[in-house]
């Protein structure tokens, strides 16, 4: 059995699945080191200590320094970084995955490169939405307007709930301040839910590029799935935070959000709904997956042992 450059990282078996860990981590003006397999956030009241193969995503927001040993260990648990600018309104991410196999990432591929299951996907996407609309026949066309219209209504619905003031939607890419209290709610988890996203698809060994609703991004995917939960989670979570007016309004969305996202065992849930949409079963992977394994491929979609030269012999 080949292998590529056996690495010294944990094997898949021996970290905290995704769906088992804390959804993010919030850190600001500190400096964030590593100790042994755990990191740490030094700041002026002390320092903190914090398992590093149980975070989900590590949000870095402004005045935070961060050491390449602390990086190492990140990745090497699997978890998603993101560097979040001032009230959480830019956004940067990276992580490993923490699958040694391609199956998954190879499922999404395949549903993706034809125009028919494409759509099929984003139908599907729909439903998991919207459960009491069934979106089968449905053009793009149609299921943008459905998605449109059903987020405005939700807008309205907890603006009635909560009796915060809503007019619309606002997001002012350079000054998150200048909108209202439930447009700084939303755009916070908004920023947080991509965030998570993002670390599930890339411990998945999932594409974030390719994705079936959204397009032509490098997280195209992970809109998607950042976008399953909005009306559900990150819409309501913002609006509660609002309630008590702007001052310090993304910070009580990001609390609220991160305790709704544990109680809910979101991540797990995600995790399932991907994998349920691609259609994977697991019949894909062979073999161990903690192993860094490697096939080549051959002729009729065979795939042979890698790691060894072949001539003229028959392999198939």
Not at 80 to 109: D, F, K, N, P
């Amino acid at each position: 059995m080949g292998t590529i450059g056996r690495r010294g990282a944990s094997s898949p078996r021996e970290l905290a699945r995704i769906g088992d860990r804390i959804s993010f981590v919030y850190l600001e003006r500190c400096t964030v080191h590593r100790e042994s397999n755990a990191i740490t956030a030094e700041d002026a009241d002390g320092v903190t200590h914090i398992p590093s193969a149980t975070i989900g995503t590590l949000l870095l927001g402004p005045g935070t320094r961060i050491t390449h040993q602390a990086m190492s260990v990140l990745g090497d648990s699997g978890a998603g970084v993101a560097w979040v600018g001032e009230h959480g309104v830019r956004y940067y991410a990276g992580g490993r995955a923490l699958t040694r196999s391609s199956g998954l990432v190879e499922a999404q591929a395949t549903a993706w490169a034809n125009r028919r299951t494409r759509l099929d996907v984003a139908r599907a996407m729909y439903r998991l939405r919207f459960p009491d609309q069934d979106p089968a026949g449905r053009t793009r066309q149609e299921l943008l307007s459905m998605e449109g219209g059903r987020v405005k209504a939700r807008y309205r619905e907890e603006s009635v709930r909560t009796g915060v003031p809503w007019v619309r939607r606002e997001f002012h890419r350079d000054d998150f301040s200048a909108g209202d209290a439930p447009n700084q709610g939303i755009t916070a988890a908004a920023q947080c839910m991509y965030g998570i996203a993002h670390a599930v698809v890339a411990a998945l060994g999932c594409s974030p590029g390719l994705g079936f609703v959204h397009s032509g991004h490098e997280r195209s995917f992970v809109l998607d799935v950042a976008d399953f939960y909005r009306t559900e989670i990150a819409i309501p979570a913002a609006f509660d935070a609002a309630v008590e007016g702007e001052e310090d309004v993304a910070a009580r969305t990001r609390r609220l959000l991160r305790d709704r996202i544990n109680e809910t065992r979101l991540l797990d849930r995600c995790v399932r709904d991907i994998k349920d949409l691609l259609g994977f079963d697991g019949t894909r992977d062979t073999g161990d997956e903690a192993e860094d394994r490697v096939t080549l491929q051959s002729d009729g979609d065979v795939h042979v042992q890698g790691g060894r030269n072949y001539g003229n012999e028959i392999i198939w």
